[in-house]
């Protein structure tokens, strides 16, 4: 257990250092009824404490979750995107090593994967790269469809992920609002530099694995944890379970009660951070 903690750690350490998103050449839309949680979580919506530390790591240059099929314990369908500093021209040949070499590294870093399919499409009069995979997460399998858009300075890595037997049924909602992002610039010529090493591989594999691996780590870490002592007197009431646990990257507001990422100091609902 332990050499499989610490296994998963290098793989997130891996993860955040590879791909700082760097937002500003594009602009995003997200899929009708979704909620942006880049900034925090709608009120009262139960999303998963994990997903929303994940969403203020500061990887992404925005994150959104489908409510429906969300719960406090289960993640539906998902979007992120990461900005990357490469950029270039892109070929089928070239996305199809792109698709092999994530594939690489995400076995590498203990992350069961496969791939299913690339290609390239042309949106909005730019060659995109469109790799789609199933990876393994905690609670299934998981399929996820990725595109690749060059810009004039970076390359945007959009992620679109759902349960596997869901995903068919959101195909043309990812896919509208993939072609919605604007900031795309094919240059022509190909300067990717060592690809394998690029920008985009590295943001693609986080843009995969950052909320994966934190899944499984908040599973272990429940796992690990010793049980309840029992009632010192007999006949004492159980013990209450806390409504809400700190969690790192996240302060809870007094007003509201929601999650909001700790680089933010006043909650969607106007609340102040606590001094």
């Not at 691996?213 to 379970?241: F, I, Q």
């Amino acid at each position: 257990m332990p050499a499989t903690r610490a296994r998963w750690g290098a793989a997130a350490a891996l993860l955040a250092l590879a791909a700082q998103a760097q937002a500003g050449e594009f602009t995003y839309i997200l899929p009708p009824g979704w909620y942006d949680i880049t900034n925090g979580a709608p009120r009262n919506e139960p999303i998963p404490a994990f997903v929303l530390q994940d969403a203020a790591s500061g990887r992404y240059a925005r994150v959104a979750i489908d409510p429906k099929g969300t719960t406090l314990e289960k993640v539906g369908a998902t979007f992120n995107a990461v900005e990357s500093p490469t950029t270039g021209h892109l070929t089928s040949d070239l996305a199809n090593k792109a698709g092999l070499a994530l594939l690489t590294t995400l076995r590498s870093s203990k992350v069961a994967a496969n791939l299913v399919s690339t290609s390239v499409v042309s949106m909005n009069g730019v060659d995109t790269g469109v790799l789609t995979l199933d990876v393994l997460a905690p609670d299934g399998w998981r399929r996820i469809r990725q595109y690749i858009i060059p810009g004039h300075k970076t390359t945007a890595v959009l992620t679109y992920g759902a349960p596997k037997d869901d995903f068919d049924k959101s195909t043309k909602v990812f896919e509208t609002a993939a072609r919605g992002t604007k900031g795309g610039y094919d240059p022509g010529v190909f300067h990717w530099g060592e690809v394998f090493k690029s920008g985009a591989i590295a943001g693609a594999v986080a843009g995969i694995a950052g909320a994966i691996v934190a899944w499984v780590r908040k599973r272990r870490v429940a796992a690990d944890a010793p049980p309840e002592p029992a009632a010192v007197a007999a006949g004492a009431p159980p013990a209450k379970t806390p409504q809400r646990r700190a969690v790192k990257g996240l302060w809870y507001c007094d007003q509201c009660g929601n999650p909001v990422p700790s680089r933010i100091d006043t909650c969607r609902c106007g609340g102040k951070r606590p001094a």
